[in-house]
């Protein structure tokens, strides 16, 4: 069986798409009408230094990602199953048909917009932690307005939080000798601090309709397969809820233990995946 992973924000650099815009002119053409800007001009140059920012990098890797997949269904077979992390969650209900490539677009580029209007926060990678130790060094330290925004791998959670509690936090982990990587983010996303940008969210969704999902995608915030009724629902869930990667994977290997996972444009999600994998097939401890 295979998977394909579609990655999210952090998987941008200068010079993405380079080769594939001018195979898709008219998706290129469409998709800087529909954001207002030259995308492909943001992608393969960045003039202004916009593509990190997030109401720019979305709708920039939506778009990349998207050609990138267009580019390859010709010669791959389809997949059984799709996922994205967080963005690439879009991607993903594209290639499954949820809707077409325009729709995808104007629903990232009000997500973007939202996201980005958020502030007062942050976000940290916290390295060869569990979530109960995580959350014993805050509950120890007295810190809330903390949540777990990111599930990617048995060593690798990120917590997201207000500013206050995100310094508060990297001062705990100092203290214990945590490893910790600050994300260049200006909001705590996937965190309850994100209700605001969920609710408005919502209301922008009511205004589209959705097709029946023809590839089961997994969903980021319960780490198991759409159903086509709930998909408005899952995606302003999704701004909110956690990242649920690790589990996610744990699922697919769950289906078959020999899962090819193909990731389009990026090999962060595939780093991520080989972690999974070699914890899960690693002997057990003896006593």
Known sequence: ?????????????????????????????????????????????????????????????????????????????????????????YNALLAAGAFDFETGLRLVFKRGELMAAASDGGMLAVLNLTAREIEDILQAYQIT?????????????????????????????????????????????????????????????KGFSFAPIAIPVIANSS???????DIAGMLSEQITSPVCWYESIRYLLDQDANMTFSEIESSILTKMVARIRAVQDAPAATL
């Open 1 to 89: 069986m295979k998977t394909v992973m579609f990655p999210g924000q952090g998987a941008q650099y200068t010079g993405m798409g380079a080769a594939l815009f001018p195979r898709f002119p008219h998706h290129t053409r469409r998709a800087s009408e529909i954001v207002g800007y030259d995308l492909a001009e943001l992608c393969v140059h960045d003039p202004q230094h916009r593509l990190t920012a997030t109401e720019y990098t979305q709708p920039a890797v939506y778009v990349v990602n998207a050609l990138a997949y267009f580019a390859q269904q010709d010669a791959a077979t389809t997949p059984d199953f799709l996922l994205g992390h967080s963005l690439g969650e």
């Open 145 to 205: 307005g903390i949540d777990i925004a990111n599930y990617n791998t048995d060593s690798q959670i990120v917590v997201s939080g207000s500013a206050a509690a995100i310094e508060q936090a990297k001062t705990a982990f100092a203290e214990r000798a945590v490893s910790i990587n600050p994300l260049k983010v200006s909001a705590p996303f996937h965190s309850r601090h994100m209700q605001p940008a969920r609710d408005e969210f919502a209301a922008f969704l």
């Open 223 to 229: 780490a198991r397969p759409y159903r086509s009724a």
